[in-house]
């Protein structure tokens, strides 16, 4: 079994690429998906007890509020950081566990490699895109404005940083091409079928 490390930086269009990965029938791993499954539940209290109820509405965190609280405080993001990547790395620890016989997983991470992430993977495959690009989708998708988009990114690393420790880069430019692109790096990554 490979591990396959999925990242790119907000925007870049990984989210897209990761559910062409599912619709081949491959295990994806969504560690920002299960981190926030967890703040939702084995972490809430703790989360509670750290920054207050307040993020909580009706029970469910308010993840606007967690993101304007963290960005705008790195010893707050720090303490957050502490408390969820633990836990979803046991996650990904039973998920491996879960699905031991498939020939590929994949774990995609927004962060892989500023937490270090990608060095439990064989491989990793980088998602770019250009910067005036991301910023424009992520306002579209998420309804917020550009300086806290820009705001956001300024807490991952430039793709420049990310470049030399991938295994493949995917230039996300043309969402059909990057979907070519992903499906020659599978090419090369699933073992050989023998007729």
């Given at each position: 079994?490979?591990?396959?490390?999925?990242?790119?930086?907000?925007?870049?269009?990984?989210?897209?690429?990761?559910?062409?990965?599912?619709?081949?029938?491959?295990?994806?791993?969504?560690?920002?998906?299960?981190?926030?499954?967890?703040?939702?539940?084995?972490?809430?209290?703790?989360?509670?007890?750290?920054?207050?109820?307040?993020?909580?509405?009706?029970?469910?965190?308010?993840?606007?509020?967690?993101?304007?609280?963290?960005?705008?405080?790195?010893?707050?993001?720090?303490?957050?950081?502490?408390?969820?990547?633990?836990?979803v790395a046991e996650a990904?620890?039973?998920?491996?566990?879960?699905?031991?016989?498939?020939?590929?997983?994949?774990?995609?991470?927004a962060i892989l490699f500023?937490?270090?992430?990608?060095?439990?993977?064989?491989?990793?495959?980088?998602?770019?895109?250009?910067?005036?690009?991301?910023?424009?989708?992520?306002?579209?998708?998420?309804?917020?404005?550009?300086?806290?988009?820009?705001?956001?990114?300024?807490?991952?690393?430039?793709?420049?940083?990310?470049?030399?420790?991938?295994?493949?880069?995917?230039?996300?430019?043309?969402?059909?091409?990057?979907?070519?692109?992903?499906?020659?790096?599978?090419?090369?990554?699933?073992?050989?079928?023998?007729?």
């Open positions: 079994m490979k591990i396959i490390g999925l990242t790119g930086g907000i925007g870049s269009g990984k989210s897209t690429l990761l559910n062409h990965l599912k619709a081949k029938g491959i295990p994806c791993f969504e560690s920002d998906k299960v981190g926030k499954e967890l703040l939702n539940g084995q972490l809430r209290q703790a989360v509670i007890d750290i920054f207050g109820p307040e993020l909580y509405n009706k029970g469910t965190l308010d993840r606007a509020a967690l993101a304007q609280l963290v960005f705008q405080n790195q010893e707050a993001l720090e303490r957050l950081n502490k408390l969820v990547h633990p836990a990904f620890t039973d998920f491996i566990a879960k699905n031991n016989t498939a020939p590929l997983l994949v774990k995609e991470a500023e937490t270090e992430g990608y060095k439990s993977c064989d491989d990793v495959i980088l998602v770019c895109a250009p910067k005036e690009e991301r910023i424009l989708r992520v306002i579209q998708r998420d309804g917020v404005g550009r300086a806290e988009v820009e705001a956001r990114m300024a807490k991952q690393w430039e793709d420049a940083k990310k470049r030399p420790l991938a295994d493949f880069v995917i230039e996300n430019d043309n969402l059909a091409s990057a979907k070519q692109q992903l499906d020659s790096i599978l090419n090369q990554l699933l073992p050989q079928q023998k007729d």
